[in-house]
């Protein structure tokens, strides 16, 4: 048996002593640890110290830097769209401007100042945002083009200036321009509506932004920091009843009409006769809403809607309509209409001096006597003609909500004397818009029944709430189908060319029915008629036999001393021209009823 060989007496003392060396030197090692422990403790003690009791407020600023943003994520806002799907005003790509208020809070009133002439932006309001306390994130602009927006933004870092930076935001366009512009409004640099449709129906068309929530540190986002995202909800597309084309056209007849008649302002409204869908409504002078510059606030709401004034001779279909109504006149009633007509303490004249005139109802229209007119009124009773000239709905709003609607001016019948209820028949001493007299006249070229005029076709509902168009029209019947096909065949003398006052707006093919306007303003600086200002217009329907389209024309303040036929009735003629034209209306199949003007006492006959 071999024998095991004993490992020699050294070894044995040379291993254990190893091993008490191992363990010598991690004791060692583990004493060294929690000492290291211990001093990192105290400088985490020592810092915990210092920044709830000595350095508070200093670390407090520092961690202001360190912390959430919510940043708005942008809905697309809807489009408003013409009759025919045509955009008046769409939303494309654009930018924001946003700012850091720590970097440029010493730099504010210089880049204020840049900005407010750059995109037209409220001066003291930029200041404030750009100074604005405990944010390193502040709205300066909205909805601006990249373009502009990344030029001003680098004009601006260029010059010194830190802070700003862009984000996308869609931008609100107007690719037609000045079309259509006070019935449309406007969206400025902040993105809010403001006038029109934009302002009426923000909610619907504006949407729902989103947002986005992060962290940043020292002005950058930080990768890894918390992160949510809520989509936004794009907005809805809304649909006018005008046609963009006729829109065009219209206001560029207006303002050549204006400019020639030396005015100051002036308004045309075109109406489908049978649903009283607003087709054009125009005014000059009008805007670019385009234009980043601040815009002058006295051009952008509707003076169709809210500027009412003394709508002159026009108003003489209303009487005679309601004459003929009430079974008072007809056509061919006779007046012996005196050079002068006494009234109070006043006197009436005619636009025209005259000796006596022998004119029957047709003439008194024909000619547009204030005299005949008066004459034929005195045989109602007070109270019953405001009925009808409310029914026809004057003295009261149309009811098309967010336009600033003035319901013009119709006292009560109780408050009249005699001149002021003279005047009323004859257009003055009352005051109406110019939407709400073409909804007037309307209701003749509609066959007696008033049609509430609408602005929005189908319906949609307002940011307060109210429900509105063409799908909610309504509609009511003011005077009967034969009294307003004989008022409709009255004016259609106005454009004859050797009886009526109207020839410039007759049109080749098409019977056309028309009354024409002049109505003296009041001089401020007397208060009173003194003959230097005047209203002048004029309004019809066409073709005359089956009406589709009524146009009224209104010019304020005219130099050239031109009346209503001589200004208002070439504007018409083309306005309607183009509309018989564009919708394709076949000429008229027949001729206007052939009534005298005249008559002439033989044997008692008219002649």
């Not at 799907?85 to 401007?97: F, N, V």
């Not at 109070?344 to 000619?367: C, E, N, P, Q, W």
Request: contains cysteine; hydrophobic residues 40%; glycine residues 10%.
């Amino acid at each position: 048996m071999a024998k095991q060989r004993r490992a020699p007496a050294g070894a044995t003392r040379r291993g254990r002593s190893s091993l008490a060396t191992i363990r010598s030197a991690s004791l060692t090692r583990l004493r060294f640890g929690f000492v290291v422990i211990a001093m990192v403790v105290s400088v985490f003690a020592v810092r915990l110290f210092q920044l709830q009791g000595l350095d508070a407020q200093t670390y407090a600023a520092q961690a202001r830097a360190v912390g959430a943003v919510q940043e708005v994520l942008p809905a697309t806002r809807g489009s408003i769209v013409d009759r025919n799907g045509t955009p008046l005003a769409e939303s494309l790509d654009g930018s924001m401007i946003v700012a850091d208020p720590t970097k440029t809070d010493d730099d504010a009133a210089a880049i204020a100042s840049v900005l407010a002439d750059r995109l037209g932006l409220d001066y003291i309001k930029t200041v404030k945002n750009l100074q604005w306390p405990d944010t390193r994130f502040r709205y300066i602009a909205r909805r601006v083009p990249t373009t502009q927006a990344t030029q001003v933004v680098q004009d601006l870092t260029d010059a010194g200036h830190k802070g700003l930076d862009i984000r996308r935001d869609p931008v609100r366009s107007y690719p037609a321009g000045d079309v259509a512009a006070n019935v449309v409004g406007y969206v400025n640099a902040m993105g809010e509506a403001a006038g029109g449709a934009e302002e009426t129906f923000d909610t619907l068309l504006s949407g729902k932004d989103g947002s986005a929530t992060y962290d940043i540190g020292d002005g950058h986002r930080i990768p890894l920091g918390d992160n949510s995202v809520t989509e936004p909800v794009n907005g809805h597309d809304l649909t006018l009843t005008v046609d963009r084309d006729l829109q065009w056209y219209t206001q560029r007849v207006l303002r050549q009409t204006v400019e020639d008649a030396g005015a100051e302002s002036g308004t045309a409204v075109v109406l489908d006769s049978r649903t009283g869908e607003l087709l054009a409504l125009a005014d000059d002078p009008t805007y670019d809403p385009n234009a980043t510059v601040q815009r002058d606030v006295s051009k952008l709401a509707s003076r169709a809607f809210t500027a009412p004034y003394e709508p002159g001779s026009v108003e003489k279909v209303l009487t005679v309509a309601s004459l003929l109504d009430a079974g008072l006149v007809d056509p061919l009633t006779k007046f012996t209409v005196p050079e002068t007509l006494a009234s109070s303490d006043r006197t009436i004249h005619d636009y025209f001096d005259h000796g006596t005139l022998r004119l029957t109802m047709t003439g008194v229209i024909a000619k547009s006597s204030n005299i005949g007119t008066v004459m034929a009124a005195r045989e109602m009773a007070s109270q019953r003609f405001y009925r009808y000239l409310r029914a026809f709905g004057l003295g009261s709003p149309t009811g098309i909500p967010g336009y600033g609607e003035s319901a013009g001016m119709l006292s009560r019948p109780s408050a009249w004397i005699d001149i002021e209820r003279d005047n009323i028949a004859f257009g003055q001493g009352l005051a109406v818009t110019a939407v709400q007299m073409a909804a007037a006249v309307n209701t003749i070229a509609n066959g007696g029944v008033y049609v509430q005029p609408s602005l929005v076709k189908g319906s949609a509902t307002t940011y307060d709430g109210i429900e509105t168009g063409s799908d909610l029209a309504t509609e009511r019947r003011v005077v009967s189908t034969e009294a307003a096909d004989a008022t409709r065949d009255m004016m259609e003398v106005v454009t004859d060319p050797e009886e009526g006052t109207a020839p410039l707006a007759a049109i080749n093919g098409y019977r056309v029915a028309g009354k024409t306007g002049t109505a003296q303003m009041v001089n401020p600086e007397c208060q009173c008629y003194d003959g230097t200002y005047f209203t002048v217009s004029f309004a019809g329907f066409a073709p005359a036999d089956d009406p589709r389209f009524t146009v009224y024309v209104v010019v304020h303040k005219p130099t050239n001393r031109a009346g209503g036929g001589m200004t208002g009735g070439p504007a018409f003629r083309k306005i309607m021209s183009y509309l018989l034209q564009r919708y394709a209306v076949p000429p008229s199949g027949s001729d206007r009823p052939d009534l005298p003007v005249k008559w002439t006492p033989v044997h008692g006959k008219v002649d």
